[in-house]
């Protein structure tokens, strides 16, 4: 065989190779059905990655759908939801047997603050009255309880929690007085300040360690759409990176999905969120501990926090370069 023929026939079998490739990839479903369960900044990456069109840039198709706090986890328990970007409840879920695995870590600590009526000067004033939270086991559920027990209080006998449902009824209990406080964030801090509720606590300060936000999903999609989660999981860590350093279209992403065109309101949630996102979202077995720590289940006492999270998939990227890459930009 010459050395022509050798070549050609080299050449040959490269455009095979490259052919299978793209076929195995285009035989693969690249397509998720994603959930948040939040109408705050703290879901600002996914509708960033959605409309900046990176699902897109990166090759892979989601739907994406709110649903408030537990429903939206209840949703995946059921199959109807893939992936969510969700606060804590994947752990209480999974204490109860649901086949869920956190992917990335989305915030490690808690981003909120306690918004009071103006009667109430300190935290020790909440005995005996009404804190309103959304749901139970919300993260507004946790960060309300860790809180008071810090400050010497029993929250199911010296503070009476409500479960407002979503962070617009605690705002309108707070504000109609049927709650002393509540736990909200930006941009809802600016409609308590315009009615004239006081910042009591600024609970972001703190730094609570506390899986606050992740990526969910389950280890049967993490085997069956890898490639899937992969590209979601790139367009996730590019919108992070993405928001730290363009206000304009984070502000935009913010406001169309807030429905919102309060030039105020969404520059104030932008300021509060823009530098709290992780660079790597790498799962640690100490934001999962804090929520065993704190989970009604005696269940939680025996399970080990490394059973709630996989970052294979992260760390796949991590070595790839890729996070480096998008953060130099």
Known sequence: MTRIQVRNRIAVLTLL?????????????????AVYNALSGVMAPLWVAADAGLFTKHGVTVDVKYLAATSAVQAMVGGGEEVGFVGNQGIDAKIEGADLVYIASGLPTFVFQ??????????????????????????????????????????????KILYAQDS???????????????????????????????????????????????MLSSPKVVREKNEAL??????????????????????????????????????????EYKNVFPTTPLMTAAEVQAVL????????????????????IVQKIQASGFIEQVNKK
């Open 168 to 214: 617009i009824n605690v705002i309108n209990t707070v504000i109609t007085g049927n709650a002393a406080a509540g736990i909200n964030s930006h941009p809802n801090a600016l409609k308590l300040k315009a009615a004239g509720m006081r910042t009591l606590v600024d609970i972001t300060e703190l730094k609570i360690p506390f899986l606050f936000t992740g």
């Open 17 to 33: 190779t490259a052919m299978l490739i793209t076929r195995a990839a285009t035989a693969q479903d690249l397509t998720l059905r």
């Open 293 to 312: 720590d704190v989970a009604k289940s005696p269940k939680a006492k025996s399970m080990k926090a490394q059973d709630f999270f996989d970052n294979s």
């Open 230 to 271: 992969t590209r979601y999981l790139r367009a996730y860590i590019e919108a992070m990176a993405l928001i730290r350093r363009d206000k304009e279209i984070t502000i935009k992403s913010i406001g169309k999905f807030l429905k919102s065109t309060d030039r105020e309101a969404l520059e104030s949630t932008y300021e």
């Open 114 to 159: 306690l918004y009071s009526r103006p009667e109430i000067k300190t935290i020790a004033d909440l005995k005996g009255k009404v804190i309103a939270v959304t749901q139970p086991a919300a993260s507004t559920d946790y960060a309300t309880r860790m809180l008071l027990r810090r400050n010497g209080l029993d929250p199911d006998k010296d503070v």
